[in-house]
């Protein structure tokens, strides 16, 4: 599964020269949690979340009009509060490759670009969770198996033979190797008949 299959293309941005309250108002308004920074040629120059946006707001912001409130805000440009040192994923990438790169920097998003660094999409950890909800088959009627078995050689093919022959049609397969030696498969598959019986040996 690659980023291409889930990324959203359509993706709001945001230049350099914005102001901070007309940033807040396209947050707002998207619910997006974080806007790519691009310049007139689409090319990624930063990014800006909700994490900055709420740093760069004073702690007494909501003792002032609205006026008040609009006209500081106003004064911050976007320029000033973006984080550069941008993390960007192309559309040929792995989901597990971004889920990783989510699990190291805890973005909420990564622009998507091509190869001259021109924005093409972005992708969010919802997108991922989505992913991974279709690769698991967590959206499709199944039955879950999970098998306890020896860490060798030959065993998913083994599991793959006894659902075969069981005319069973696995929807998704996931090994986990323990440090014992053993490892756990989960197996989600779609049942076609009332009984299906079968056992792993140590072989």
């Keep these: 599964m690659?980023?291409?299959?889930?990324?959203?293309?359509n993706v709001l941005t945001v230049q350099e020269t914005d102001s901070l309250l007309s940033t807040i108002e396209t947050m707002r308004g998207s619910r997006h949690r974080s806007l790519p920074v691009v310049d007139d040629m689409q090319?990624?120059?930063?990014?800006?979340?909700?994490?900055?946006?709420?740093?760069?707001?004073?702690?007494?912001?909501?003792?002032?009009?609205?006026?008040?409130a609009n006209s500081l805000l106003g004064r911050f440009k976007v320029k000033q509060l973006m984080r550069k040192d941008v993390t960007?994923?192309?559309?040929?990438?792995?989901?597990?490759?971004?889920?990783?790169?989510?699990?190291k920097y805890d973005y909420p998003s990564f622009p998507v670009v091509d190869k001259d660094n021109r924005l093409?999409?972005?992708?969010?950890?919802?997108?991922?969770?989505?992913?991974?909800?279709?690769?698991?088959?967590m959206n499709r009627a199944c039955t879950r198996f999970t098998i306890?078995?020896?860490?060798?050689?030959?065993?998913?093919?083994?599991?793959?033979?006894?659902?075969?022959?069981?005319?069973?049609?696995?929807?998704?397969?996931?090994?986990?190797v323990l440090m014992d030696g053993t490892a756990t498969i989960n197996i989600r598959a779609e049942i076609l008949q009332l009984f299906f019986t079968f056992f792993v040996t140590d072989c």
Aim: net charge negative.
């Design 88 to 103: 960007c994923v192309s559309p040929g990438d792995s989901v597990e490759y971004v889920a990783y790169q989510f699990y």
């Design 120 to 137: 093409v999409g972005i992708i969010s950890q919802k997108d991922i969770f989505r992913s991974f909800v279709e690769i698991m088959a």
């Design 43 to 68: 090319r990624v120059l930063g990014l800006i979340s909700e994490k900055e946006v709420t740093r760069a707001c004073p702690a007494d912001i909501n003792i002032l009009s609205k006026q008040e």
């Design 2 to 9: 690659l980023v291409k299959n889930y990324m959203t293309e």
């Design 148 to 176: 306890q078995t020896p860490d060798r050689v030959g065993v998913v093919a083994e599991l793959a033979a006894l659902f075969r022959d069981e005319n069973i049609n696995i929807l998704s397969l996931v090994p986990r």
